[in-house]
């Protein structure tokens, strides 16, 4: 199975993560294959020049309360300010969350932008959203809080079809698990993301679709391919859309007994200090992975992680638990980029879908607040240690020119060397261009 569909949890609109894929990424059809989406691929938009040559994009999936982390509000009542001290940075003038000590010592290797605004506060509707840059459309024509994702293609789904592979890996990929509205829309499920659905953090981990069928041998999987090469050859011209197929079928075998692509998954070769360093999280070590999958050739990896939907509680679980997975994840694979070199190559972005509000609910935690995030941008050419944009006193809004999720993906295509303003047409003939709009986000760049 190539694409498996994920968890069946459900976030507090009602929509479970089981119903969210079904409905949510036409990319995620019945039958796809490793064959399938390298026949696909082949018709992929050569390399143009470009600041960045990956993208990993780091999901907060249910909303991080970036009032906690990135934009304090010290001087608000204490209703607003909640419990969290700023501390200083490497970068002088620039104040994070106490709970961020890591990502306080390099500062000046990442952005934050501090003026995203937009004004969807659903969940599964602000992750399409964010995800293709383009409002749900409902299955059932009402605001029944069902997204049809049938049509829009998500990011990464664009860079693949843009981009094309690079090396043995697929170019575009998901773990631990698909990642919702991530799929190919209109585009075809050649361009889904190839979903690694097991989590890095385990000792048993393992990429399932790596493996050869179950009880057949490679001796046996060998006799096999050259059976069908036999066949092949007693066509008058293997050529034609069965001929295609065949070279398809071969460089599916050759991805599942890839050397290179078995190292790029094989985490345990990582020494136990780096592991460490990102953190014994499901966040650390997929942000681990994703660099992993980069340095192999893999064009855009999303990464999605649960459980920041705080509605109840939040200020013991955000300290303990998902600031400082953050904190160790998010410095540790900026560090590791920039000793490597790749740094300057490599696009990271983390966000969710909205943040959270300003005000701390009656149940001690903070809702939905689309109006007002922080996002994190570095490598691929940006800016580093900047802090752009700014939210007024109680973080209700940006104070002027706020940033949309349309400007956030132009950006994002733009130092990836892809046009964002290609129209594709639909199988109806409908345009639809890559970006509905949006600009470089100034300054950033």
Wanted: net charge positive; aromatic share 8%.
């Amino acid at each position: 199975m190539f694409i498996p569909f994920g968890r069946s949890s459900a976030s507090c609109d009602g929509i479970t993560r089981r119903h969210a894929l079904k409905i949510g990424a036409s990319g995620l059809l019945a039958g796809l294959s490793l064959p399938r989406l390298f026949q696909w691929e082949a018709t992929a938009a050569t390399d143009t020049p470009a600041r960045a040559k990956a993208c990993i994009f780091l999901f907060l999936e249910g909303g991080p309360s970036t009032i906690d982390m990135w934009d304090l509000k010290p001087e608000a009542p204490v209703e607003i300010r909640g419990p969290y001290k700023p501390i200083k940075t490497n970068v002088t003038g620039t104040l994070i969350g106490e709970h961020l000590p890591c990502c306080a010592r390099l500062a000046d290797k990442y952005t934050i932008l501090r003026s995203h605004s937009h004004n969807d506060n659903g969940h599964t509707t602000g992750y399409h959203y964010v995800m293709t840059g383009y409002r749900a459309d409902f299955a059932d024509g009402t605001n029944s809080r069902k997204p049809n994702n049938v049509l829009y293609p998500s990011i990464g789904s664009v860079v693949a079809r843009e981009k094309g592979p690079r090396g043995a890996l697929p170019p575009y990929m998901n773990l631990p698990h698909p990642m919702t509205a991530g799929g190919a829309g209109f585009y075809g499920a050649a361009y889904a993301p190839f979903v690694i659905e097991s989590d890095p953090l385990q000792p048993d981990f393992e990429v399932k679709d790596l493996r050869l069928v179950e009880g057949v041998s490679e001796k046996r999987q060998d006799r096999r391919r050259r059976l069908l090469r036999g066949v092949e050859g007693l066509e008058p011209a293997a050529s034609g859309k069965a001929g295609t197929m065949s070279a398809y079928y071969e460089r599916a075998h050759n991805l599942i007994t890839s050397p290179a692509a078995r190292k790029a998954f094989d985490i345990k070769s990582e020494p136990e200090k780096l592991r460490e360093a990102y953190g014994h999280t499901t966040l650390g070590q997929c942000a681990l992975l994703a660099r992993r999958l980069v340095e192999a050739g893999c064009r855009f990896v999303g990464v999605d992680h649960t459980g920041w939907d705080t509605h109840f509680t939040c200020f013991p679980s955000l300290e303990k638990n998902l600031i400082p997975s953050v904190d160790m994840a998010f410095s540790a694979l900026v560090t590791d980029l920039h000793q490597r070199g790749l740094l300057d190559s490599t696009l990271v972005v983390m966000m969710g879908e909205m943040g959270r509000t300003p005000r701390v609910n009656a149940q001690a935690g903070r809702d939905h607040w689309s109006q007002a995030q922080s996002v994190l941008f570095a490598g691929g050419g940006i800016k580093p240690g900047l802090v752009l944009g700014a939210t007024d006193k109680n973080q209700t809004a940006p104070t002027a020119d706020p940033v949309s999720v349309e400007d956030i993906l132009h950006t994002i295509f733009r130092q990836m060397g892809i046009d964002p303003t290609k129209t594709y047409y639909t199988p109806l003939g409908r345009p639809v261009p890559i970006v509905n709009g949006g600009r470089v986000i100034p300054g950033l760049t």
